[in-house]
């Protein structure tokens, strides 16, 4: 899987929206990109995954540049219960189906 | 079931002890997976499930640990002869197939001290 990165921690206010940005410039043309939260003590959460075109779902919005080779994760409206670790991860069948878990980035949801 | 369950929440055993871990994957999903997580750390890959195909073990870390999944369903991870770096929270996760596109839904994981 291509490596990813990500910052280390963001503060986001409350109703406000939250980017959170990946780097992917070694992804290849058979790869998603997927984005997991983990929320403190509980198990990953999946939001959105996507591999070219943008995508929205419930959740998020997932924001993918033309060339590929980064993207963005869009909570539009952060809570105080999205303070959570977000992880960005490139994927592909040829990895066998396993995600492979970054450092992600730290988000502080602040009232 | 409505999610993956794990069982149990939290072992407490000693070093030189054998553990099991269990995991009950959503009904239908044919795909089950285990990772590990130590603490601070990011989420390590263990095994991979599809059906009825041979496991993918290249995340086992020694052959202390070993995974079976019986009848396509509930799935157990064994770790032999437990070290005090095996203390970690081991979570399991499933998804409807092997395509690669769809998502993992992980369970809420077993908490394992080594004392």
């Known amino acids: 899987d291509a490596k990813t990165t990500q910052p280390t921690s963001m503060d986001c206010a409350e109703g406000r929206a939250a980017n959170l940005p990946c780097n992917h410039s070694?992804?290849?043309?058979?790869?998603?990109v997927y984005w997991y939260r983990q929320i403190h003590s509980q198990g990953p959460q999946y939001i959105i995954h996507?591999?070219?075109n943008n995508e929205t779902n419930e959740m998020a919005s997932l924001i993918i540049t033309e060339d590929r080779k980064s993207s963005t994760l869009i909570l539009p409206h952060a809570t105080l219960r999205d303070t959570a670790v977000y992880y960005c991860?490139?994927?592909?069948?040829?990895?066998?189906?396993?995600?492979?878990f970054g450092g992600g980035t730290r988000v502080l949801v602040k009232p | 079931g409505a999610g993956v369950s794990q069982s149990p929440s939290n072992k407490v055993t000693e070093k030189g002890k054998d553990v099991e871990l269990r995991c009950d994957p959503i009904?239908?999903?044919?795909?089950l997976y285990w990772y590990r997580q130590s603490l601070g750390q990011g989420l390590e890959f263990l095994i991979y499930?599809?059906?009825?195909?041979?496991?993918?073990k290249s995340g086992l870390p020694s052959d202390r640990f070993s995974a079976e999944r019986t009848g396509g369903s509930v799935s157990t991870l064994t770790i032999q002869r437990t070290q005090q770096e095996d203390s970690a929270v081991y979570l399991c996760?499933?998804?409807?197939?092997?395509?690669?596109?769809?998502?993992?839904?992980f369970g809420p994981g077993t908490r394992l001290t080594v004392l």
């Open positions: 996760a499933s998804s409807l197939d092997s395509s690669g596109r769809d998502e993992q839904f």
């Open positions: 499930f599809q059906g009825n195909s041979a496991p993918d």
């Open positions: 996507g591999l070219k």
């Open positions: 070694t992804i290849s043309g058979n790869e998603y």
């Open positions: 991860i490139v994927r592909s069948k040829a990895a066998g189906n396993k995600l492979t």
């Open positions: 009904s239908g999903h044919t795909a």
